[in-house]
């Protein structure tokens, strides 16, 4: 069975930073694009940066540039970075399997429980 695992999330200041894992089992890490997305109280499901199995990475303008995906094909484990952190980036963040490769605007069939991400001075 495939299962997804985040952690890492936690309080953090404004411009603050932490580090987020998708611990991963089930399917063949290597071969599956992997996305974070986010979901803020009320408001739905946002994608937040997604990693093609090639090492290609994509990210939403909300986190260009402060956020940084990545993945350990040796530990099957996703990874998101983030710094200069900002209030509204207060959300649980999850991490969703993609379909094959290359699945990071669409195309997901797995998503993890969700680690809490709270940013507030």
């Known amino acids: 069975q495939v299962q997804l695992v985040e952690s890492g999330g936690g309080l953090a200041q404004p411009g603050g930073s932490l580090r987020l894992s998708c611990a991963a089992s089930?399917?063949?890490?290597?071969?599956?694009?992997l996305n974070w997305a986010r979901q803020a109280p009320g408001k739905g499901l946002e994608w937040v940066s997604g990693i093609y199995s090639d090492i290609s990475t994509y990210y939403a303008d909300s986190v260009k540039g402060r956020f940084t995906i990545s993945r350990d094909n040796a530990k099957n484990t996703l990874y998101l970075q983030m710094n200069s952190l900002k209030p509204e980036d207060t959300a649980l963040y999850y991490c969703?399997?993609?379909?094959?490769?290359?699945?990071?605007?669409?195309?997901?069939?797995?998503w993890g429980q969700g680690t809490q991400v709270t940013v507030s001075s």
């Open positions: 969703l399997k993609g379909v094959d490769g290359y699945s990071v605007f669409g195309g997901y069939d797995y």
């Open positions: 089930g399917f063949t890490f290597s071969s599956c694009a």
